[in-house]
């Protein structure tokens, strides 16, 4: 009986690592460096909790990431669907946005 499912293959690899090349954003390139356990078991427990405070301050950076791989994603999803003008359509509609609420946001303070 064959297999079903996708598997994960290094054509498969290389092509979604071309994907991401092309793009000006990686995923989680911000908050990558959170994720390093490394630490957890020096300095009698001390490497743990220096994990954990990385760990909450990486939120921040992380949520960041999040918007910036949304964003890069539409775009992806823009340029299937109209090509190059469409990606650039969507990163200028993007940009449009992000300023307005950077100044709506000191607007109100």
Do not use: H
Not at 32 to 56: E, H, K, N
Request: with cysteine.
């Amino acid at each position: 009986m064959p297999e079903t499912g996708q598997r994960c293959t290094p054509d498969r690899k290389e092509a979604e690592a071309a994907i991401w090349k092309s793009s000006f954003c990686s995923p989680f390139v911000l908050s990558r460096w959170a994720y390093d356990d490394s630490t957890i078991s020096s300095w009698f427990g001390l490497g743990f909790l220096w994990f954990l405070i990385r760990l909450v301050v990486a939120l921040i950076p992380g949520l960041v990431d999040l918007v910036l791989i949304v964003a890069c994603v539409v775009a992806a999803i823009a340029f299937v669907l109209f090509g190059t003008t469409g990606q650039n359509i969507v990163y200028g509609l993007e940009a449009l946005l992000a300023l307005f609420i950077a100044f709506a946001g000191s607007n109100l303070l």
